[in-house]
């Protein structure tokens, strides 16, 4: 696999603002959607959005989030393809858990953790509903790329502290929402999208169609306070390491270069 195509910045739900349908958020309509396209179109290879990256030019690597995980239960929000449970496999983790919406993309997840000789107990279930995972049990809880698909952050805030135990760690990273909002047009960053405008919409891809909503950094920030966690650490400038490394010098690194793409939250549930 070259290289553009693991580090491609056009990664799904970071994309700068484009072509998109303001639609009624409809939960049962939504899940509808994005299964079926995670079932039909998802990408086998998630490039960027995959432990140790956290997205485009974040790394988990520099970061240290996580720390030592040996001996730890750990459960992932959106797990997709399997590769950044394999990550915390090898780095000794107890037990590996996981939820996604997609039969399609646990069947994958499963299949490589196999050839890696790793296991994990998957649930196939909406971020979002009772699922049948436990309470107080794990001791972290992580998603890349994954929470912001959901309909409801509060509720899936509130569930995620309840896996967690006292004192457990929850993190996660998103596409930072200003990167959503201002795209690169004729050697400047333009403003094409209102940072405050958190409505649900539509847009194609790869000749899926999927459902999502915008939202500002306070809605994170405050979603979390309300279901009992504080925020310990929280990431948001890309690694000129990581760019140079890469030898990127598109157009999208060097708007990376001047504002947020990506952002990571680190909590801890009280």
Known sequence: MDKNSVHKPNVI?????????????DKNSVYETNSFYWDTQGN?????????????????????LFGDVSGKKMLEIG????????????????ELWAVDISEMQIE????????????AKFICSPMEEECGIPADYFDFVYSIYAIGW????????????????????????????IHKCVAAENDSLVF????FDECCYSFS????????????????????????????????????????????N?????????????FVIKARKL
């Open 13 to 25: 739900g970071a994309g700068e603002a484009g072509h998109a349908i303001p639609v009624d958020l």
């Open 44 to 64: 086998d290879f998630l490039g960027a959005i995959v432990l140790p990256l956290y997205g485009q030019y974040v790394s988990e690597e520099k970061c240290r």
């Open 79 to 94: 797990c997709g393809n399997g590769q950044s449970l394999q990550y915390q496999g090898e780095r000794h983790a107890s």
């Open 108 to 119: 994958k997840a499963s299949r490589h953790l196999k050839t890696c000789g790793l296991s």
């Open 150 to 177: 959901t309909t409801d952050l509060e509720g899936t805030f509130g569930r995620i502290a309840s896996y967690l135990k006292k004192d457990g760690v929850f993190i996660f990273s998103w596409s930072h929402p």
């Open 192 to 195: 094409k999208k209102n940072y």
């Open 205 to 248: 891809l790869d000749k899926g169609e999927l459902t999502l909503s915008d939202r500002k950094l306070s809605t994170y920030v405050n979603a979390l306070a309300k279901a009992g966690f504080v925020i310990e650490e929280m990431i948001e400038e890309s690694d000129e390491e990581i760019i140079q490394s890469w030898g990127d």
């Open 250 to 262: 598109s157009d999208f690194a060097s708007k990376a270069r001047m504002l947020p793409v990506t």
